[in-house]
């Protein structure tokens, strides 16, 4: 049970932005300080109406930054950004944060091309101390800054904001295990929704949950409130300690967080406005590192939210009557999911390991058929990374889906312990390629250039949704090390599946057709462009070679340095960043066979890419046809 649901939920009132009167009086945290308290609730339901109304269009982190209104406003309300420093883990929750630091107006734009970003960018507003985007980093940045801090002599408060899994990842318990050696003074911030993007997983969950719905907490919580009742009084100290010791007995968290050296206070209810005001005060003036745990409700103030937190933690434009979104042909996760599930129905060793992610990899459906051989490890994913390789040791055979841009964190495990132990694990990047809205800290273009120089490391990626269902079939027949599969977010070009799946060869790709002066060689899903590419250069008259190189790695050597010598250019299409991508990787095969053809590539330039819709961003950086025939031109029309 959650206590919460004692709490009143707001019901959206459409009275909303052509009234919000206090918001559009807030330029900055000074403004916020100047609105009288009683009016601050007011305040809470114009940002609420605001950010419903506004996401609804946009898309975004709807739930997560309900939940944190309240919190928002009573930090920005007690402390002074940007000389005081605050944190938001993943920062996905940092709308609210936007809004009362003068943004309010461009909430709007957010995730849109030149509009706001998704999350927290340092580059965005010097309130925003810190960026992010993957989780689990705040409370060791936040150890850093107030470290340097105290060597600079200076005296400003930082602040970290943590929802409940964040304390799933590795860096944040690295961080707690340091945070008495590191610092004398700093505040963190538990927000504890219960909820990751899906239902929070793990020890550490249990343990929170089991406080929320233990028969004492009613009487806690009531010891707690009454708590920051007196706090702000100058026997505050003592009679902390007296309320503690009287009403936090084992089943509080407390034991926990104070064995890292951090006082504990709380639970406190995170949408009580006063009880937050008051607690920052007191915190503000402890000489320790302290954690403040707050329960608060994802979504609050939207039915549709609430009923489906999961869903609304972050997603694209949505009716905001009923919350209802529009949804198309399967996407790649989709068809991943299906697949896997399927696979795993007739071999009793595939498992399916995720890292909070069932979801967004949409493995909730083997979770849902095969729970017994399902793990959701947490946001943990060089622990998800090293449990498959238990599991490949032991003759399983797992499927582990991460994002490629989470991926990156398991870099280590991929190459100490897959890769060099020859463990047989089926690494599933989603997402590989531009993400789009969410922007650089969520787009996967590093794959290929953090995978190509493991060695023995089988890597590909399909061209179309049939295909994907061969390379996924190969790769759970595949025992000879590990083997890695980059495949885009959203859907592919609608082609049909076959019934029962093909093994492909590996390292042998598809020639779809030969000519004399041109050879394309899109990878993956980039095989549009390049056959726009091809219709427009067949228009001109030249001839044109059409290699689906299916493998990264090994590479169809022999097909591609064949096709390449019959040609006058070659040019390269992929959604990753040139350096170290694809595209090289054919540039050494013909330096090393001294084979000249020249080689042009499309790929993503040596900078992070912006958040914006996919078209503009393709057209902006030269992921086009237009661009790959300009680049081409130029080799056949030298006589
Ligand atoms: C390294 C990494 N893995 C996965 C994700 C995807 N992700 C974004 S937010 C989130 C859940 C965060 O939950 P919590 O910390 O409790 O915050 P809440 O959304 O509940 O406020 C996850 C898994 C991520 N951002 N970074």
């Known amino acids: 049970m959650n206590l919460l649901n004692s709490l009143p939920t707001h019901s959206m009132t459409m009275s909303d932005s052509s009234s919000t009167n206090l918001l559009d009086t807030i330029q900055g945290p000074n403004d916020l300080k100047k609105i009288e308290p009683e009016r601050l609730t007011e305040l809470a339901e114009e940002i609420r109406n605001r950010l419903i109304t506004s996401l609804s269009n946009t898309g975004g982190h709807l739930g997560p930054n309900l939940g944190v209104v309240e919190l928002t406003i009573a930090m920005h309300r007690v402390f002074d950004t940007p000389t005081d420093k605050f944190l938001f883990d993943v920062s996905h929750q940092g709308y609210v944060h936007k809004m009362l630091t003068g943004r309010a107006k461009q909430i709007g734009s957010i995730r849109q091309y030149e509009g706001l970003n998704g999350f927290l960018l340092r580059t965005e507003s010097e309130h925003d101390c810190y960026g992010a ?301 531009l993400s789009g809205d969410d922007g650089p800290t969520h787009h996967g273009l590093f794959d290929i250039g953090y995978l190509r120089h493991v060695p023995g490391l089988v890597h590909m990626q399909p061209k179309d949704e049939d295909e994907f269902i061969d390379m996924l079939w190969t790769m759970a027949k595949y025992e000879d090390g590990p083997i890695a599969i980059r495949y885009p977010r959203g859907n592919g070009p609608g082609v049909s599946i076959k019934d029962r799946p093909e093994l492909l060869t590996i390292g042998e790709a598809e020639v779809i057709q030969e000519g004399t002066d041109v050879c394309l060689i899109p990878l993956g899903t980039m095989m549009e462009v390049a056959l726009e590419t091809k219709e427009q250069l067949e228009g001109k008259g030249y001839s044109v070679t059409l290699i689906n190189p299916r493998w990264i790695k090994p590479l169809d050597a022999s097909t591609i340095k064949r096709l390449s010598a019959n040609s006058k250019v070659v040019c390269t299409f992929e959604d990753h960043v040139l350096y170290n991508g694809f595209g090289l990787s054919i540039i050494e095969l013909l330096h090393d066979e001294v084979i000249d053809t020249p080689v042009e590539r499309i790929g993503w330039p040596d900078e992070f890419i912006e958040h914006g819709k996919p078209e503009i961003l393709r057209k902006k950086h030269g992921i086009t046809s237009e661009a790959a025939i300009g680049k081409i031109l130029p080799h056949l029309e030298v006589t």
């Open 133 to 433: 985007g993957h989780a689990g980093t705040a409370l060791s940045a936040a150890l850093g800054m107030a470290s340097a801090r105290d060597l600079k002599g200076e005296d400003n408060h930082v602040i970290a904001v943590a929802g409940d899994a964040a304390f799933t990842c590795g860096p944040t318990l690295e961080a707690l295990n340091n945070i008495a050696e590191a610092t004398d003074r700093c505040i963190v911030v538990l927000n504890d929704n219960e909820w990751s993007i899906d239902k929070n997983v793990g020890a550490l969950a249990k343990y929170f949950n089991a406080l929320q719905s233990h028969p004492a907490y009613n009487d806690i919580r009531a010891k707690a409130a009454s708590l920051v009742e007196k706090v702000a009084g100058p026997s505050a100290r003592k009679f902390a300690q007296k309320v503690e010791r009287n009403a936090k007995n084992m089943i509080l968290p407390n034991v926990l967080f104070e064995k890292f050296g951090m006082r504990y206070y709380g639970p406190i209810d995170g949408h009580d406005l006063p009880s937050l005001i008051k607690s920052f005060e007191y915190l503000k003036e402890q000489d320790e590192p302290v954690i403040l745990h707050i329960i608060t409700e994802k979504g609050r103030g939207y039915q549709p939210a609430l009923d489906k937190p999961g869903k609304f933690h972050g997603l694209g434009p949505y009716n905001i009557e009923d919350g209802s979104t529009t949804s198309g042909a399967p996407t790649f996760s989709e068809l991943f999911g299906r697949a896997v599930t399927d696979f795993a129905k007739e071999d009793k060793s595939i498992t399916a390991i995720t890292a909070a992610m069932p979801g967004g990899t949409k493995l909730e459906t083997f979770k849902a058929e095969l729970p017994e051989r399902y793990f959701d490890v947490g946001i943990a994913e060089e622990h998800a990374a090293l449990f498959a390789c238990g599991h490949a040791t032991q003759g399983l055979k797992p499927f582990l889906a991460i994002y490629s841009t989470f991926m990156q964190r398991a870099y280590d495990m991929i190459v100490h312990d897959m890769a060099l132990q020859n463990l047989p694990i089926r690494l599933c990047m989603d997402r590989g390629g």
